[in-house]
T-cell receptor, first 116, second 115 residues
Framework: AQKVTQAQTEISVVEKEDVTLDCVYE???????LFWYKQPPSGELVFLIR??????QNEISGRYSWNFQKSTSSFNFTITASQVVDSAVYFC?????????????FGAGTILRVKS | DSGVTQTPKHLITATGQRVTLRCSPR?????VYWYQQSLDQGLQFLIQ???????AKGNILERFSAQQFPDLHSELNLSSLELGDSALYFC??????????????FGEGSRLTVL
């Protein structure tokens, strides 16, 4: 069975601090896909990134970066120089079936509060 | 704006009632997904339709049913409602497999409150 664990329920930081959101996953599949979604206060879920299990290259997008390590089954998300607008709930998710689309298994989410 | 439209945005009803949530996917997306977000269960996958056919089923109760119509819009029917069904129900759609990036596009959700 697939499982995603986000051990950090809530994180509070002061603006401009760096923050890392942890994600640990479990799957028996050799091919799988990892995702991060953001849920701002407005409620909609916004896609941030997808990572394939066969691509361990880390990725950077502006202030966001992701560290994928298969050896530890982790897919952590770092926000550099956090801003108040980063305040949201962040979900890590896992999927194994891409043929007809994603059936995502989500973690419990991490609430990030960035204070000015 | 993701391009996925959900109606109604808010719904308040009583226990034992039946409601229908509607979703219009992004233009061209063949897959529609329904997710339930509640405080105790988190984000749970309910069901997926692909081009009108049920493709995958998750933790969907027997009191719940869904369908995808020929125009690709989908409806989620919730019946014999209980207090515990109060949640935010998301619809998401995804592009065709060819060129599929893996991204799900989520609607803004329908917030159901059962009193």
């Amino acid at each position: 069975a697939q499982k995603v664990t986000q051990a950090q329920t809530e994180i509070s930081v002061v603006e401009k601090e760096d923050v890392t959101l942890d994600c640990v996953y479990e799957t028996r599949d050799t091919t799988y896909y990892l995702f991060w979604y953001k849920q701002p206060p407005s409620g909609e879920l916004v896609f941030l990134i997808r990572r394939n299990s066969f691509d361990e290259q880390n990725e950077i997008s502006g202030r966001y970066s992701w560290n994928f390590q298969k050896s530890t089954s982790s897919f952590n998300f770092t926000i550099t120089a956090s801003q108040v607008v980063d305040s949201a709930v962040y979900f890590c998710a896992l999927s194994d079936n891409m043929e007809y689309g994603n059936k995502l298994v989500f973690g419990a989410g991490t609430i990030l509060r960035v204070k000015s | 704006d993701s391009g996925v439209t959900q109606t109604p945005k808010h719904l308040i009803t009583a226990t034992g009632q039946r409601v229908t949530l509607r979703c219009s996917p992004r233009s061209g997306d063949l897959s529609v997904y329904w997710y339930q977000q509640s405080l105790d269960q988190g984000l749970q996958f309910l069901i997926q339709y692909y081009n009108g056919e049920e493709r995958a089923k998750g933790n969907i109760l027997e009191r719940f049913s869904a369908q995808q119509f020929p125009d690709l819009h989908s409806e989620l029917n919730l019946s014999s409602l209980e207090l515990g069904d109060s949640a935010l129900y998301f619809c998401a759609s995804s592009p065709l497999p060819q060129g599929f990036t893996g991204e799900l596009f989520f609607g803004e959700g329908s917030r159901l409150t059962v009193l």
